[in-house]
């Protein structure tokens, strides 16, 4: 339930729903945040035909 409703509750507030004090202690390794954000953008801009990377 808690996965369901958080995935929910990301597609409605998108990344920008996501407090700041909450990322920067996310670790930030090989496959940390900055790489998950990088793979998600990629995933939307495949699924939605988009070229140009995100600015």
């Known amino acids: 339930m808690g996965a369901m409703t958080g995935a929910i509750a990301g597609a409605f507030h998108g990344g920008e729903g996501i407090p700041s004090v909450w990322l920067e202690?996310?670790?930030n390794g090989a496959k940390g945040r900055d790489y998950v954000?990088?793979?998600a953008e990629a995933l939307y801009r495949r699924k939605h035909g988009?070229?140009?990377p995100a600015a």
């Open 37 to 39: 954000r990088q793979l």
């Open 25 to 27: 202690v996310l670790e």
């Open 50 to 52: 988009v070229t140009a």
